[in-house]
Each structure stands twice: as structure tokens, then as C-alpha cells.
């Protein structure tokens, strides 16, 4: 519900029925953007180039096996500098096993803390739709086939891979992109190249841009090395509204600055960032 460049409240429905939510302000933390694609804001998807989304990703947690015995399986293990060499001896395996993967870089990486518990990652479900019902499903539940093909491969395999099981799964698949709002500002990739400043950012950021693609991944192409750079309250700011804003990985970006800023680390600083601007503009407000 909206009046001009207002929004003046959203209705849902649950177990409870319907249910309308009035607010002075509205911080969308949907991860797809969802209440400011419903309010009318101009959003983009995917590369700039062929529209395409990164693929989402089905990651389960495993045990019964230990960290001694698949050391060489495993990436960032503590001490151990980082290598894609374990992603190549997974894939060897699981190939060898006739298992034939979506995800070329397959791994396994323990949890912190624990010696018997790791990641695994074996999935990639290309060219879906991260807004889609339908294609969130299928996709879930091909992701969810593979994981447990590979473990009840290694299982049967043996040795030290006997007990292996998979203890966990996420109730859907990863999604790593989908609607980017357009925003009062655009974070692009030249704000990467240049490492850009703001004052009072919404957050600070410095992981690499990683593109996911058929085959493995990318970091980009070779011109964008990301500097560590700001993202501006303003691109967390729905363009149209003066009371609508939003955190995650739906703020206002290009394709590369979105590869950058995407991961858990930055959108929970963006959350807190424009939880704190918010609530400074309410108290201005009176």
C-alpha cells in the first residue's frame, strides 16, 4: 500500500490470515528485493551482457568422517594455506566414482571448531530463476539428488569414507542472485578498481568479485581487482521512495559490484548500517 513516494504499509498472509503492516519506514531485508519490486522500483537481473544469474548452490553438512583422513579433501583448513587443489581431488574422486557433478569444484571444509563436521559443496543449478516458486523447487531438489548421490558414492567406496552421512540440509538452495533495486546510487565496478570512499559508509568492503560460471568460477575479468571500497547509505535507498530502503544483496549495483558485496559478512554490516541510519532519521524526525 503506497501514496506517491510513500509506503504506507504491506499486507501477507499467513497462518494468522491477513495481516496489514503500517510503519513510517520500511527496510526490505528479502534478499530478492521482493517488497520493493511489489512497490513499483525498477530492478535489474543478472549480467549486463546476457541477463544471465549466477547459479545457486545446494550445500549440505556431512560426518562420520574425520579431518585427519581427508585433510587433502579440504579447503581452508586451519594453517593451511589456501589451495584449489583439494576442489581438483574431489572431482577426481566423485568423477571416478561415476558421479558426474554440476559443480567442477566440488569441496569439503570443516567447521570451525570441529574435527568431524565439514561443509560440502557439490552443486550448481544454472540459468534459475531466484524469484521463481517453481524453479526454486526444482532446482532444491536437484541439488538435494546430488549431495546424496555423492555421499552414498563414498560411502560405498569405504576405508575412510565408511561412516561418512549427511547430517544436514537447508530447507531450500543458495541463492546468489536475483533482483538488484535500482537505488539513489549505483555501486559499479569502477568503485571497485578505484577502492571508493564515503563518508559514514554503510559498510566497507573487501572480498574479491567472484562469478560463478559453467565450468568452476571466475574472479572477474582481469581489469577488476577490487581495491576495497564503500557502499554508500544511498544505495541502500529505494530510487522513487523517500521511506523505503533495503539490505543484502539486493541494494543498488552493477553484475561485478554485486559479485563483491553479495556474501554474509557485508549485507549483516549493510543491516546494521542502515538499521542505525534509520533510526537516527526517526529520532530527527520527532
Keep these: 500500500e503506497k501514496d506517491k513516494s510513500s509506503v504506507e504499509g504491506i499486507r501477507t498472509y ?3 490470515g491477513f495481516q496489514t ?3 513510517d519506514i520500511f527496510i526490505d531485508c528479502t534478499g530478492d528485493g521482493d517488497v520493493c519490486a511489489m512497490a513499483g522500483c525498477e530492478f535489474d537481473m543478472g549480467d549486463e551482457e546476457n541477463g544471465i544469474c549466477q547459479p545457486m548452490s545446494f550445500v549440505s553438512i556431512v ?5 585427519e583422513d581427508i585433510r587433502e579433501y579440504c579447503i581452508h583448513v586451519p594453517d593451511v594455506p589456501y589451495s584449489d587443489a583439494p576442489k581438483l581431488k574431489t572431482w577426481e574422486l566423485l568423477s571416478s566414482l561415476g558421479i558426474k557433478l554440476s559443480y567442477t569444484m566440488p569441496f569439503f571444509m570443516p567447521i570451525p571448531g570441529e574435527t568431524d563436521r ?9 540459468h534459475k530463476n531466484g524469484v521463481s516458486a517453481e524453479e ?3 532446482a532444491t531438489l536437484e541439488g538435494r539428488r546430488e549431495a546424496f548421490e555423492s555421499v552414498r558414492a563414498l560411502k560405498r567406496l569405504g576405508g575412510i569414507w565408511k561412516n561418512i552421512k549427511v547430517i544436514s540440509t537447508p ?9 538488484r533495486i535500482h537505488g539513489k546510487y549505483k555501486v559499479t565496478k569502477e568503485d571497485l578498481i578505484e577502492g571508493k570512499s564515503w563518508p559514514n559508509p554503510a559498510c566497507h568492503v573487501t572480498f574479491n568479485v567472484d562469478i560463478h560460471f559453467a565450468g568452476g568460477y571466475k574472479n572477474g575479468e582481469v581489469a577488476v581487482k577490487n581495491q576495497g571500497y564503500d557502499i554508500p547509505m544511498e544505495a541502500l535507498m529505494a530510487e522513487g ?3 523505503l530502503f533495503m539490505a543484502g544483496r539486493c541494494i543498488s549495483g552493477d553484475f561485478y559490484a554485486h559479485a563483491s558485496y553479495r556474501v554474509m559478512g557485508n549485507t549483516l554490516m549493510m543491516g546494521e548500517g542502515i538499521g542505525r541510519y534509520c533510526a537516527r532519521l526517526l529520532a530527527q524526525r520527532g
Excluded: M, P, Q
Design 14 to 16: 499467513s497462518k494468522s
Design 21 to 23: 503492516y503500517s510503519a
Design 63 to 67: 560426518g562420520g568422517v574425520k579431518l
Design 118 to 126: 565439514f561443509v560440502f559443496a557439490c552443486n550448481h543449478e544454472y
Design 136 to 138: 526454486l523447487t526444482s
Design 171 to 179: 530447507s531450500y538452495i543458495g541463492v546468489r542472485e536475483s533482483r
Design 241 to 243: 521512495f523517500d521511506n
